[in-house]
């Protein structure tokens, strides 16, 4: 009967819904089993030409290791040049590895490039991850869905690192910039102020995008932190803008004109700083020194004709301004070759086929996706050659809070460059780009210029 | 229920309604008993629908107070009006898109019993019972619409569809039902026939009919009480022959505005 | 005070600063109710209007070099009215007896195809740090300050100049011109004009074209403010004029202008006074952060909900009701118990092969857009719900769907609950929310239902969101907003084929249930309701009741899909997957596909998700070519022919409400079976051998 029926279906219906209470399950990868494994002893430099046979990794031929790289090209809200530029960089490190011989017999190839069209991550990654066609990954793209699926599957992924919190507590990627400490004061961007002979900062962010938020309010904590060493205070501060300045941002220059600020530092995209700046203008405050995050944009700053002029750009690795070292010389050789632009992302690709290359190095000539996840993760002291400030690998995936900070060792470290005549400029010591104190003693100090070759 | 056969079902006290400052309805004092045949007529924009519609609760009323079997509903709205024993039919014609005959029936006892219920409807006890397919098939037997019965709404002809809402409302077991216009878009022999079909279902179920209509042959062969409205006032009222034999009422519908008091 | 000692002069500078930006929402606002009053239409697309518009001269002038002046007449004085004039004579004009919320879904169809037509068709796309440009020369670089407060660009003072004289110019076409005064009269009272012998077509025609120009105008005028040039920051704009318009009643011009440009004071006021009431008023702290960017929503929320006037005012939902009758409702299926008994036979077989191929030959790529598809699918029934059953237009399931996910994430983190168990809990608060929304909301009806779904979708997407007891906040700073799979019993959902399973069968459930609700006394009631509201109420029925009924069924169904969406992917993902604009494309793909059935929902699921895969990517040509390298290099399509296709799919939602497959189904089902009759007629002993595989 329709009644007796009825009954056994909400049976069924309850038991289903009662019995997950079960649990969650946890999240097994395949970087679990990286961290059982010994480090080999025949990796390095001069097994670098060692083939051996290797069946069943993915990706990996007896000629070639070939690699999948996902970025996002359409639907790119920002309209900058993303999976194109980072797809550069990786072919120029490839080209430049190769050319020497490549890895254990074998060449680094780029065997997929797809567009994740902003909003298909997941699915692209997915699609690394099941077709066993590639080694490795590398990713740049916007939104950041796919790195989950791409760790627990236990790829070795390299990606732009953006994001913090898509990266953290995940053994297998390996961002091009670590963000250990989200909230975490930093003293480059007071000593940017400083260094403007400025007196009363401003600190912009958006409410949109909690790193961004994040963003400013730890800049915000840092000026108040050193205000009295610097000579700065911190004025002004707005976390809550809506993503693109959509309603202007009038008042907010009004209100820091008022508080006297002369130097704004933010945490926006660079087509925003672009909005900043003429408001600046119309205003009348020429006079203000901008801290710009993401304007390592060449042709971006040149395009704006005066409006970045005295301006500081962060940049996060050794800008292309400083002094060239072994490493920048082989950047720009090999993108000279491919008739490619310096640009930030191809500079970003170029990191990330360093690490995957060096991570390979010291799997050692039998290698697989294991093994060079547990070996890169050995790696303490990795500077792409010189190119970005030290990364330990065996702790940079655990984040970690500004009260914690003082048991972290290694160094807090920044780059800027200035624009001047619509060109970057390196700031400091063009030998030692990066301005360094130590993580563990925040007190202020003056920052030692360094260099990592 | 309160009401006894003496204390009329439906009572309005001094019901006015303005538009824009425009009386529609001046204070009008109205009483239909349960089983009663009552017209409602008046010349065009006399306010026979504004009246309708503050009776129905459509409209709020200004002033005045509306009673159904002793009970204030002046300020419920329509569905609780409904609930208490209110009836009515539509001149537009307003039936359930997509729905068969039998289901606008279905759905109006199922709304009258209230024992509709979500939880029900997921344990698969929300379709149709045998008893109430019944009761749906008796009154569409006395309506004439038996073989329709699982015909689409939009099958039917005015008439039929007319006859529909009338079966309709009867399944909410009404104790007034209120027809506006229900010859409107119907031809002579069709009106006749919804009039006979009418009167035979008023008689075997009881209830009583306040009907608004501008056919005065309509309303002379089936009320026995008439109403007269004209520019918002009642002016006469009565048994339905002398009411429309008197001159006033005359003279109203000749156009002639407003001359007795 | 709360105001400062020079509140005065800081008030000036806020009216001045708001003063470029509320002339142009007035701009919109002003084409928004032309053609609601001429036509009855509640253009939500305007925005892409503008957008095209603003892009075409922003594409003739930074990449073909145009000057100002052709450029300008191109797009915004020869596309714009011929758009306007060209979306009447083609789709509106044959949808002037439909309902008015049945023209919005319209609207909202060409919301989402139209950039992406232009985009496709100009190969347009967005470069950093290539600013829109303004009308005159120096637009953005040369200053005047005429209040001594604050410096207008030149670009601002145009765009005042330029938005007045629109208006005046309005105001003398209503006063002396014929066409005026024609539309003026059509505007007051259509009804009338349509018995006075007006030509309302040709007013209609005018006023699209008009309606369009401002549009089009406007879209020039602000997009020097925007950084770069997007469409979605247009469709957010249409909901700006839709506040101001809202502000005017829709019946207004002048009162239509006037809330636009108050709008855009009141903007500017609160960013300008919001910091510094909230350090004088703790509470005022804690919602400030989000308030200022959410505030046209806020407002047009208050207006919809506030403002007795368009409570009361049902006449204003649609103010073409009544003159003429309402189209044929679509004749009820009708086929015979055999084909109907095939086709079911055929679906299932189809379906269970099809899913065995999934389950045990997919990869993991196609595994996770198979399990999207079914998820969303279990999603779209909720809007079945809604708008299929209910006959309701919510623009705010994603916002539901994204209560769920979010209370499942809430859920899990901080009280470590079982993420199915959470997963319920989240749709039950979705279910309360929606009931809740439904309260205040219910009494508007049509069109201002829509609306006021729509304003609460965004005023969840900017302020809601970003509260840390609903998007995590700072919490989910450190890993975001991640939810684990199931562990179900022995099936660890990790795996996920297993997953798939449970996803399968929660929509199966779900199904089961919709149709249960759909045969049963609230599917009835809601039935009766769509199909007469008066009717309805005259045998009893309470229409809040079932109305809050449907919403909280739909809100539930949509809240325990979106969960389960945010575990599929083991994060919320909010901005990709519960984002305002997603509510529109959902509702417009289920509309595109059948609103009215389960398997319309399953359609629209299987095209969300597979769609890209299968046919932009060439998968199917691929696969009858019996090789993935014969794909025609013609692919990868771009995914906007996604938003092309069932945007305009949607057009005809007007016309065939039950959606485009249910329709074709329809009409091969009857020609199934007039085949069938006259084969039986033929030769009546031989029974039917062939499958009917068409109708499927």
Known sequence: MARTRGRVIIVLVTLLLVVPACGNAKQTSGTDAAKNVKLPTDGGQQNRAVHKEISGVPGVTSTEIAYGVVGTKQNNPLGTCLLDCYLQGINAYFAYRNSQGGIYGRKLVVGSVTDDQLGNNQAAALAITSGNKVFGAFEAGLLQQGWGDLNAAGVPTYMWGIDGQSAANRDALFPSTVIGCPDCTRRVVPYAAQLAHAHHAGVLGYSTSQNSQVCADS??????????????????????????????????????????????????????????????????????????????????????????????????????????????????????????????????????????????????????????????????????????????????????????????????????????????????NKDKPWLCWPNSDLKWSTPVPTNFN | ??????????????????????????????????????????????????????????????????????????????????????????????????????????????TRRGDGALWKDLLGRGRPKADEIERCDHILGLLGLAELADAPSEHLSLGQGRLLEVGRALMTEPRLLLLDEPSSGLDHDETVDLGRTLRDAQIDRGFGVLLVEHDVEFVSDFTDRCLVLDAGRLIAEGPTGEVLASDAVREAYLGTMGTVA | MLLGASAGSDLLRALVQGTPAGTVYALLALGLVLTYKTSGVFNLALGAQAYVSAALYFQARVSWGWPIIPALLVSVFVLAPALGFVLERLVFRHLRSASAVAKLVVTIGLAVALPAIFDLALGFHSIAGQTPVGIIPGGATVFYNPFGVYALSRNELMAVGVAASAMAGLAVLFRYTTV?????????????????????????????????????????????????????????????????????????????????????????????????????????????????????????????????????????SDPLAGVEPPPPAPAATTRSRGLTVATRVFAVVFFTVTGLVVFFRADASWMFLVTQAVILSLIFLSITVITGLAGEISLCQGTFAAIGAFASFQLVTHLGMSVLLAA?????????????????????????????????????????????????????????????????????????????????????????????????????????????????????????????????????????????????????????????????????????????????????????????????????????????????????????????????????????????????????????????????????????????????
């Open chain 3, 180 to 316: 005026g005064l024609h539309m003026r009269a059509v505007v007051e009272s259509p009804r009338m004009t349509e018995l006075n012998g007006i030509r309302s077509d040709r007013v209609s025609s005018f006023s699209w074209a008009l309606s369009s120009l401002f549009a089009g105008m406007a879209g020039v005028l602000i997009a020097p403010r925007f950084n770069t040039l997007a469409a979605p920051d247009f469709f957010n704009l249409v909901v700006i004029a839709i506040a101001a318009a809202a502000i005017g009643m829709l019946v207004s011009l002048p009162r239509t202008f006037a809330g636009g440009l108050g709008l855009g004071l009141l903007i500017a006021v609160f960013q300008t006074f919001l910091p510094r009431w909230s350090d004088s008023l703790p509470w005022l702290a804690t919602v400030r952060e989000n308030l200022t960017p959410a505030m046209p929503f806020v407002v047009l929320f208050a207006v919809l909900v506030l403002w007795p006037a368009i409570r009361r005012s049902r006449a204003a």
């Open chain 3, 424 to 696: 319920l809990v989240g749709a039950v608060i979705a279910a309360v929310v929606g009931a809740v929304l439904s309260l205040p909301v219910l009494r508007l009806g049509g069109i201002w239902l829509s609306i006021a779904t729509l304003a609460f979708a965004y005023f969840f997407d900017s302020v809601m969101v970003k509260l840390s007891w609903v998007g995590g906040g700072k919490q989910a700073l450190a890993e975001g907003t991640r939810l684990p799979r199931p562990l179900l019993g022995p099936f660890n959902m990790n795996d996920n084929r297993t997953f798939l399973g449970l996803s399968i069968i929660l929509l199966l459930i779900v199904a089961f249930a919709v149709v249960r609700i759909r045969e049963g006394t609230v599917g009835q009631t809601l039935r009766a309701l769509r199909g007469s509201e008066l009717g309805a109420q005259s045998i009893g029925i309470s229409p809040a009741r079932a109305r809050i009924t449907a919403f909280a069924i739909s809100a539930f169904i949509a809240g325990i899909g979106g969960a389960l969406l945010a575990i599929q992917q083991q994060n919320v993902n909010y901005s990709s997957n519960f984002s305002p604009f997603a509510s529109l494309f959902w509702l417009v793909l289920v509309v595109s596909l059948g609103s009215r059935t389960v398997e319309g929902a399953m359609q629209a699921g299987a095209a969300f998700g597979l769609f890209d895969a299968v046919l932009l990517k060439g998968a199917v040509i691929g696969w009858l070519l019996r090789s993935p390298a014969r794909i025609p290099s013609v692919f990868p399509l771009s995914g906007t022919w996604r938003f092309v296709l069932f945007g305009l799919g949607a057009l005809q939602f007007a016309r065939h409400p039950e959606g485009l497959v249910e329709n074709g189904k329809r009409g091969a089902t009857e020609a199934v079976d007039r085949w069938l009759a006259a084969r039986r007629e033929r030769s009546p002993v031989v029974e039917r051998t062939t499958e009917p595989e068409t109708a499927a």
């Open chain 1, 219 to 428: 800049t915000a904590a840092s000026f108040k932190l050193y205000a009295k060493d610097t000579g700065v205070d911190m004025a002004f501060l707005k976390d809550d803008l809506p993503y693109g300045l959509a309603n202007g941002i009038g008042p907010e220059i009004t209100a820091m004109k008022k508080a006297g600020v002369d130097f704004i530092a933010t945490c926006f995209d660079l087509n925003a700083m672009k909005t900043l700046a003429q408001e600046l203008k119309r205003q009348g405050m020429t006079n203000v020194t901008l801290y710009h995050p993401n304007t390592y944009n060449q042709a971006f700053v040149k395009a704006a004709g005066d409006l970045f002029e005295g301006n500081y750009v962060d940049v996060q690795f050794r800008p292309f301004e400083a002094a060239t070292n072994t490493a920048l010389t082989a950047f720009k050789t090999w993108m000279d070759k491919a008739h490619a632009t310096y640009t930030e992302l191809a500079m970003v690709g170029w990191i990330n086929a360093t690490l995957a290359y060096q991570g390979l190095l010291a799997a050692g000539p039998t290698f697989d996706r294991t093994k060079v996840i547990a070996a890169t993760n050995h790696l303490t002291n990795f500077t792409a050659d010189g190119l970005i400030a030290t990364v330990d690998w065996s702790k940079a995936h655990t984040p970690y809070t500004q009260a914690a900070r003082g048991t972290i060792k290694d160094l807090e470290c920044g780059t800027f460059v200035k624009v001047v005549n619509g060109q970057f400029q390196e700031v400091g």
């Open chain 2, 1 to 110: 229920m309160s009401a006894t056969a003496d204390e009329p079902f439906l009572q309005a006290k001094g019901v006015a309604k303005s538009f824009a400052g425009i009386m529609a309805v001046h204070h009008v004092d109205i009483a239909v008993a349960a089983g009663e045949r009552v017209g409602l007529i008046g010349p065009n924009g006399a306010g026979k629908t504004t009246l309708f519609n503050c009776l129905l609760g459509v409209v709020p009323v200004d002033r005045g107070v509306v009673q159904l079997a002793g009970e204030d509903v002046t300020r419920l709205p329509i569905h609780l009006r409904a609930r208490r024993g209110l009836g009515r039919t539509f001149q537009r014609i307003e039936l359930f898109a997509e729905a068969t005959v039998r289901e606008h029936l279905l759905i109006a006892e199922r």
